[in-house]
C-alpha cells in the first residue's frame, strides 16, 4: 500500500512552458486534492475532486487546470509556466464516509521551480 | 473553522513524552479537532484526530478536555524523527464548499537528542 505517490518529485521549466503534475492513490478515496506550499506560508488549496470525473476550484485556482478521468489519479496541469507558480505542489486524499471525520492523507511533494 | 492558538515552539528531550497543546475556546459542537505535521520538506502527515473523547493510536495519544476548548497531543516516546512542525485544525467534518485544510502557525517541535 504506497499510499499517495506523486511524479515528478523535482522539475524545473522556463517561462511559458507546461507540464503536467501526477498524484495517485491506492486507498480507493473519493476525493483528491491539489495544494501549494511557499516558503514560510502555509499550504493553499488549487482544485479538488470529490469523485472520478469531477472537479472544482479551490481558492487559488488560476494558471492550473486539472483532470480526474480515473479514480485512483488525479493530474495538475499548468499550461504556460510563470515565474509565480515556483512552489512546492502537494496532493492529498481522503475517503468519503459520511459523519465520520474527513482526514487528509499527503503525498510527498513536487518541487517545481519556473526561471 | 474555529481558530486554535498553539505555542510556537517547544523542546523536548529524546525519550521523553512530548505534550503539545492547543486552545480553541470557540469550538463547535460539531468540530472534531485534528493533529497533522509536518516534517521538513515532507507533504503534511495525518496523526489523529477527535470530537470528544480521547484517542490514541500508534502514533499518538489526544486528550480533549471536558468542555472541549483545548487539547492536547501527547508523543510518548519522542524520537529524534518527531522534530516537525505539528498542527491543530478544528474544523466540522466533510465541509463542503470549505474542503481546504487550514495549516496555522503550529508548533515547532525539536527533539534534543
Known amino acids: 500500500n504506497a499510499g499517495v505517490t506523486q511524479t515528478p518529485k523535482f522539475r524545473v521549466l522556463k517561462t511559458g512552458q507546461s507540464m503536467t503534475l501526477l498524484c495517485a492513490q491506492d486507498m480507493n478515496h473519493e476525493y483528491m486534492y491539489w495544494y501549494r506550499q511557499d516558503p514560510g506560508m502555509g499550504l493553499r488549496l488549487i482544485h479538488y475532486?470529490?469523485?472520478?470525473?469531477?472537479?472544482a476550484k479551490g481558492e487559488v485556482p488560476d494558471g492550473y487546470n486539472v483532470s480526474r478521468l480515473k479514480k485512483q489519479n488525479f493530474l495538475l496541469g499548468l499550461e504556460s509556466a510563470a515565474p509565480s507558480q515556483t512552489s512546492v505542489y502537494f496532493c492529498a486524499s481522503s475517503y468519503q464516509r459520511g459523519g465520520e471525520a474527513d482526514t487528509q492523507y499527503f503525498g510527498p511533494g513536487t518541487r517545481l521551480t519556473v526561471l | 473553522d474555529a481558530k486554535t492558538t498553539q505555542p510556537p515552539s517547544m523542546d523536548c528531550a529524546e525519550g521523553r513524552a512530548a505534550n503539545l497543546p492547543c486552545n480553541h475556546s470557540t469550538i463547535s459542537g460539531n468540530e472534531y479537532v485534528y493533529w497533522y505535521r509536518q516534517i521538513h520538506s515532507q507533504g503534511p502527515q495525518y496523526i489523529i484526530h477527535?470530537?470528544?473523547n480521547n484517542e490514541t493510536n500508534e502514533m499518538a495519544s489526544l486528550i480533549i478536555t471536558e468542555d472541549r476548548k483545548s487539547s492536547t497531543l501527547i508523543l510518548p516516546h519522542a524520537t529524534l524523527r518527531d522534530t516537525a512542525v505539528y498542527y491543530c485544525i478544528v474544523r466540522v467534518a466533510w465541509d463542503f464548499g470549505n474542503e481546504k485544510l487550514t495549516f496555522g502557525t503550529g508548533t515547532r517541535l525539536t527533539i534534543i537528542p
Open positions: 475532486s470529490v469523485g472520478e470525473g469531477t472537479t
Open positions: 477527535g470530537l470528544k
